[in-house]
């Protein structure tokens, strides 16, 4: 390849269907759907930091823009736009073919136009902004829950976790359990289709980025309320029930993060209808706990309080 550009036109420069104008120029032009709002979100993920150095690019580019869609699962929204910034230490065309392959097709399933971005030499650092759409009014917020009502996840959690910790040589997995661990790691799946089914159901949302623990502490923070979670109720996968007696267990289910699922609150008379969308979705719904007056997190185990310091991912703990 000549350059920068020639590499912009090889790997990131394809039909941009909801953009006025996409790449190509020095700003993208975007028409909004009348009457909607703008729902825009960023995130960084920087290697040897989110992620190693040799992950599979296709999953890499995947994840990489799955990270930004669940944000606006979170909110309930519909995804539109993104923007991408690649800083790379070198110019891998192997590499590039299999990142652009992964972001590309899962924007086109769920119709996410690339509109622009950036690229410089540097260490290997991705970027992103998305930007999406709800009506106004009805986009899903962390600040909404009310005392009394149901706390709720979606999915299983820990997988990711585990997995993570598996690669790093504290867990023993079989080659089967590995593999599908990793395969949540590596390629979550944004919860779109829950994020907009929300809309008028939960009272307050947010996705499980950084463990349940951090992330739930925002929510309970935001809506001035104490979140009540009974353990024995989170739900886990079977290949992560299997490794219960492990003394990580319960830091990787409830603080280790990338799970990617949606936590959310709604007062107890929509339990029918969010039984009735888990069937609709195949997804599980699980109700984990409660919300009540007061402040951060109660863990409970068999109904009883636990004192446990879970803190969830911290950048810079």
């Known amino acids: 390849m000549s350059g920068e550009f020639d ?81 790379l230490p070198e110019v891998d065309e ?4 299999g990142f652009s392959q992964g972001f590309r097709a899962l924007a086109e399933q769920h119709a996410v136009s690339l509109i622009g971005g950036d690229t410089t030499c540097g260490p290997l650092n991705l970027s992103i902004q998305i930007m999406g759409e709800v009506p106004p009014g009805q986009a899903l917020r962390r600040d909404g829950a009310q005392a009394g009502d149901d706390l709720w996840v979606s ?38 289709a ?9 009272s307050a949302a947010l996705d ?31 290949v992560v029930q299997v490794l219960s007696p492990h003394p990580l267990y319960w830091q990787c289910v409830l603080a280790g993060g990338d799970d990617y699922e949606l936590c959310f609150t709604a007062a107890p008379q929509h339990r029918e209808a969010l039984s009735a969308l888990s069937r609709q979705l195949g997804l599980p719904l699980t109700r984990i706990g409660h919300m009540q007056a007061g402040n951060g997190v109660q863990w409970q185990e068999g109904g009883q309080p636990v004192d446990w310091e879970l803190q969830g991912f911290d950048h810079f703990a």
């Open 194 to 202: 829950l994020g907009t089914a929300l809309r008028g159901l939960a």
């Open 7 to 87: 590499l912009i036109r090889r790997y990131f420069t394809w039909p941009a269907h909801n953009a006025v104008l996409g790449v190509g120029d020095d700003a993208a032009l975007l028409q909004p759907s009348p009457g909607q709002q703008l729902v825009v979100s960023a995130d960084m993920l920087v290697a040897g930091r989110h992620f190693f150095a040799d992950t599979d690019p296709v999953r890499l580019g995947h994840k990489a823009l799955a990270v930004n869609l669940s944000d606006m699962a979170a909110m309930g929204a519909t995804p539109r736009w993104a923007m991408l910034s690649l800083a």
């Open 155 to 192: 999915g299983t959690l820990g997988d990711a976790a585990f997995a993570l910790q598996s690669l790093l040589g504290k867990v023993r997995l079989t080659p089967v359990e590995a593999s599908m661990l990793c395969l949540r790691l590596e390629q979550p799946q944004p919860r779109l």
């Open 208 to 238: 499980v980025s950084d463990g349940l623990a951090g992330d739930l502490r925002h929510l309970a923070h935001c809506s001035g309320l104490q979140a009540v979670v009974e353990v024995t109720t989170v739900p886990v996968s079977e």
């Open 94 to 97: 192997g590499w590039l073919g």
